[in-house]
């Protein structure tokens, strides 16, 4: 049974960095692409990085040159680096992959539960 988890949220003050992991555990044949989402209270959850096959990205406005995804294929984990932060940042961050658990399986689409990052001094 697939399941992804993230991790490395938590407090962190407005111009400082954090570093959230996605990591998929059980059987994994193809993991990516794989995307990260934010819900702020009181908003909807919205789009704000994904990386696919060969390297391609893709931000939000909102965290354009300062937010960094990047996925590592061997340990099936991805990541977002998340530098100059700001308060309006604060957020639930869910990571979201496209797994194929081996060559012959459709690809499924899998959610985290969320990792908290709260941006304040």
């Known amino acids: 049974q697939v399941q992804l988890a993230e991790s490395g949220g938590g407090l962190v003050q407005p111009g400082g960095s954090l570093r959230l992991s996605c990591a998929a555990s059980?059987?994994?044949?193809?993991?990516?692409?794989v995307a990260w989402y934010r819900q702020a209270p009181g908003k909807q959850r919205e789009f704000v990085a994904i990386a696919a096959s060969g390297g391609a990205t893709n931000y939000a406005d909102s965290v354009k040159g300062r937010f960094t995804i990047t996925i590592d294929n061997a340990k099936n984990t991805g990541y977002l680096q998340m530098n100059s932060l700001k308060p309006e940042d604060t957020a639930v961050y869910y990571c979201?992959?496209?797994?194929?658990?081996?060559?012959?399986?459709?690809?499924?689409?899998?959610w985290g539960k969320g990792t908290l990052v709260t941006v304040s001094s």
């Open positions: 059980g059987s994994i044949f193809r993991f990516n692409p």
């Open positions: 979201n992959a496209y797994i194929k658990t081996d060559y012959r399986s459709d690809t499924m689409e899998y």
